[in-house]
């Protein structure tokens, strides 16, 4: 099983499934839909075997033997370049206990999302070719270690999310899509400059002793290839690493998405059919954080030591703007789409804790904030399909009409705010605890706590208003869950439940990996302090 490629299947695997549905008649619909539940299950199959054979004790980061399932093999090799010598990319693919949980949940949040894109009404073909390429993007993302690689799946995403907005989504579509990918070009444009500054900063040794410059992430982490150059700031003008930084960190902040990047959101998230909804907030925007923890930290950790305030400080901004703006909404999607932005500031609160548990926290966060936003999203989608309307206001007394469908929407609702005996309690709390044990966002943290009471207050409200009370007679005739609603909605409240009862079999997961990104940035910090880089 050493040399099972497992990580190319599980990311080129719908691949496959595009070509097929290409030779398959647009007639045949259905023939379409199984199919792509297929792949997709295979999928979530190949992503289970993964977690059952992971190496627990290995740390990864930015150590090449930490990882697990390694391929690597030289894609592109041009030689004889007069000003650069040598181009050599490599195709190199490897997890770590950062990147498991989120292809863990890629592969469930897809799976699900083809369950809800059942009622698709036009272009069957094409819609699942796209939503078959994006699936290969995001999950290209958390396996590449070659930045180059890195940015190719990163850039694949904007396409078919583009087109699955701009085609199959809500009456504004086009203004929504356009203003996804215009926000969402700006970050890879910032990106894509700060990968060739790193590019020319990096060299690589071949076997045969000389020295090429490489896109090799791990290279890009190694202490040898960090330049003090004097520099007595990490702040200081001159230091184009900061601008590296810059670049690279509002490039994912705008995918988390962060205040004041955020707009793009809640339009395309109204706009997006409910499937593309779910896989925006349930994977989407944790490649924004997770970039930040593969990328921005391991490779600037003694910026990241300097900025963390700042981070912080985000992260209190996002959880309570993001509350507030949520209490005020009266559609119901939207609603939703703001607690996204409040709830990803968690995440960002526990990365600028910058100890093991606030850093654990922030990556269960972003697990559990998948799979509870991801019920959420399909809890909204099945009271629009039914009534057409979204509004807040137009409703009242649901559970009377629809008990079982109201039982998993007050699960759901109860993880968000984080209710203990929930996965949502077990992440806030170890976000909490870790940003209060550092010294720098101690102040931040407190001040956050504060976004607990208001997800409690728009959370419950919302509850009220839709589903308690008399009913409005105009939604008597609604119907309760079918079977394919219960099979979108079973599996991930079973893991909503589990986590939060046994949250342990996901940090035992990541617990090497946050060790060694913690233990890292903190012996970067002395190095650089005792060589007068700081």
Same mark, same amino acid.
């Given at each position: ?17 595009? &070509?097929? /549905?290409?030779? !398959?008649?647009?007639?045949? #619909? ?19 075997? /993964? ?12 150590? $090449? ?5 390694? #391929?690597? =093999? ?71 270690? %070659? ?52 590019? =020319?900063?990096?060299? #690589? ?16 982490? +190694? ?38 990047? *955020? ?5 395309? *998230?109204?706009?997006?059919?409910? @499937?593309?909804?779910?896989?925006? @907030? ?40 993001? @509350?507030?703006? $949520? ?9 939703? @789409? ?13 990365? $600028? ?13 972003? =697990? ?14 099945? !009271?629009?399909?039914?009534? *057409? ?14 008990? !079982? ?65 008399? &009913?409005?007679?105009?939604? +008597?005739?609604?119907? %309760?869950?079918?079977?394919? #609603? ?21 940090? %035992? ?13 903190? %012996? $970067? ?10």
């Amino acid at each position: 099983m050493e040399h099972f490629p497992v990580l190319s299947l599980i990311t080129f695997l719908p691949v496959l499934g595009m &070509l097929l /549905i290409l030779f !398959i008649p647009k007639t045949q #619909e259905m023939l379409i839909k199984y199919l792509t539940l297929a792949i997709t299950g295979i999928q979530l199959v190949l992503s289970g075997f /993964i977690l059952a054979t992971f190496d627990y004790a290995k740390g990864g980061v930015f150590d $090449a033997s930490g990882f697990q399932f390694i #391929e690597k =093999f030289r894609w592109i090799d041009i030689s004889g370049l007069s000003w650069i010598g040598q181009i050599k990319i490599d195709y190199f693919l490897g997890i770590d206990g950062i990147s498991t949980p989120l292809i863990f949940l890629t592969a469930l949040i897809v799976f699900i999302a083809t369950l809800a894109s059942w009622n698709i009404p036009k272009s069957i073909k094409g819609y699942f070719i796209m939503f078959l390429f994006l699936d290969t993007g995001m999950m290209g993302v958390f396996v590449a270690l %070659d930045f180059f690689l890195f940015y190719v799946f990163w850039e694949i995403m904007l396409l078919p999310m583009y087109f699955l907005i701009g085609i199959w989504g809500g009456p504004r579509r086009e203004y929504a899509a356009i203003k996804f990918f215009i926000y969402t070009l700006l970050g890879s444009v910032l990106i894509l400059l700060a990968i060739i500054g790193l590019y =020319f900063s990096t060299q #690589e040794t071949l076997s045969n002793g000389s020295k090429i410059f490489t896109f090799n992430m791990l290279e890009m982490m +190694n202490m040898a290839n960090y330049t003090a150059t004097g520099i007595l700031s990490p702040l200081n003008p001159g230091n184009l690493r900061f601008y590296a930084f810059l670049a690279l960190f509002i490039g994912f902040a705008i995918k988390i998405p962060m205040f004041p990047f *955020h707009t793009w959101l809640p339009d395309a *998230h109204v706009e997006a059919p409910t @499937a593309i909804s779910v896989i925006l @907030a349930g994977v989407l925007l944790k490649m924004g954080t997770y970039g930040i923890l593969r990328v921005c930290y391991p490779m600037f950790p003694e910026l990241t030591y300097h900025l963390a305030w700042y981070i912080g400080l985000f992260g209190m901004v996002n959880i309570i703007y993001g @509350a507030l703006c $949520a209490l005020a909404q009266k559609d119901f999607k939207k609603l939703i @789409a703001y607690s996204s932005i409040s709830h990803m500031g968690f995440v960002m609160l526990g990365m $600028a804790s910058l100890n093991t548990l606030g850093v654990s926290g922030a990556v269960l966060q972003m =697990f559990n904030h998948g799979t509870i936003t991801a019920m959420l999203f399909i809890i909204v989608g099945i !009271i629009y399909d039914r009534a *057409h309307t979204r509004g807040i206001e137009e409703f009242g007394g649901l559970a009377t009409q629809m008990p !079982i469908y109201t039982g998993f929407t007050t699960l759901a609702f109860f993880a968000a705010i984080g209710l203990p005996g929930l996965s949502g309690f077990i992440s806030e709390s170890f976000v909490f605890l870790g940003g209060f044990g550092s010294d720098q966002i101690r102040v931040i943290t407190i001040i956050s706590t504060l976004g607990i009471l208001l997800g409690a207050a728009y959370m419950l409200w919302t509850l009220q208003r839709i589903y308690l009370g008399k &009913l409005n007679e105009k939604w +008597n005739k609604l119907s %309760d869950l079918t079977a394919r #609603e219960y099979f979108m909605l079973v599996p991930l409240s079973i893991i909503i439940i589990f986590l939060g009862i046994y949250p342990s079999a996901m940090l %035992d997961l990541m617990n090497s990996s946050v060790n060694a990104m913690v233990k890292f940035i903190a %012996d $970067a910090q002395i190095s650089f302090s005792a060589i007068g880089g700081l």
